[in-house]
């Protein structure tokens, strides 16, 4: 099980690294918005992860059953994009709100 962990990022460190420098650059891009801009930006932003849910319907429909890591992770990726999509909405609706003349 390590043998294959180990073999796999030896294999992917490209792939790696551009995940983690895209991590980094995304905080200080984050970090760097007005809090005043940050919930309306973010609450867009979160409804962007459907993109992230098909994504990883699709990959789980190609996987082999046998791979519960790839499923394991499939799922995970559906359950908090779906998370994530769901709050966004509820954030950007709650913030209309304020809005609305009582």
Avoid: C, W, Y
Avoid at 42 to 58: L, T
Avoid at 76 to 91: D, E, H, I, M
């Amino acid at each position: 099980m390590i043998d294959q962990i180990l073999e796999f990022i030896g294999t992917h460190e490209e792939m790696i690294f551009f995940i983690l420098l895209s991590v980094f650059v995304g905080v200080e891009v984050i970090s760097g918005v007005p809090a005043i801009l940050h919930t309306p930006l973010m609450s867009g932003a979160n409804a962007i992860h459907g993109v992230v849910i098909v994504g990883a319907i699709i990959l789980m429909l190609n996987l082999e059953p046998e791979n519960t890591i790839g499923m394991a992770l499939g799922f995970l990726a559906v359950v908090l994009g779906t998370l994530n999509v769901v709050g966004g909405f509820a954030v950007t609706d709650r913030m209309l709100e304020m809005f609305k003349k009582k």
